[in-house]
């Protein structure tokens, strides 16, 4: 069965960094986009972040573009976020979600088949 689960979010103040982990289990990462998702209670999930299967294409939002990066490594079948100069508005839960393999990478969350569980970062002001 198919799991995949985030790791390295957590309390931070503004300017910090973290590191996003996903591993997915299971599942044939050259086959699958990739992508972060971010929501804020009462809001959608919003992507952050997309990567395609080869990594030959990105996609960032324009608020955290320049200070995230996506990667990616499909032998250890592992995605990451690496996430700089955090501001406040970037609290939220992130989620790590697995879609297909097409390009431009998708942005759309129903496109996404396979979503971790979540983890919390919060960005003090």
């Known amino acids: 069965q198919v799991s995949v689960a985030e790791s390295g979010g957590g309390f931070v103040q503004a300017g910090g960094s973290l590191r996003l982990s996903c591993i997915a289990s299971?599942?044939?990462?050259?086959?699958?986009?990739m992508a972060w998702f971010r929501q804020t209670p009462g809001k959608e999930r919003a992507a952050v972040a997309a990567?395609?299967?080869?990594?030959?294409?990105?996609y960032y939002s324009d608020s955290v573009r320049g200070r995230f990066t996506i990667s990616r490594d499909n032998a250890k079948t592992a995605l990451y976020l690496q996430m700089a100069d955090l501001k406040p508005e970037d609290t939220g839960t992130y989620y790590c979600?697995?879609?297909?393999?097409?390009?431009?990478?998708?942005?759309?969350?129903?496109?996404?088949?396979?979503w971790g569980q979540g983890t919390q970062v919060t960005v003090s002001s």
């Open positions: 990567i395609t299967w080869d990594s030959k294409s990105t």
């Open positions: 979600a697995a879609g297909p393999r097409v390009t431009p990478p998708q942005l759309f969350a129903p496109s996404y088949s396979y």
């Open positions: 299971k599942l044939s990462m050259n086959a699958r986009g």
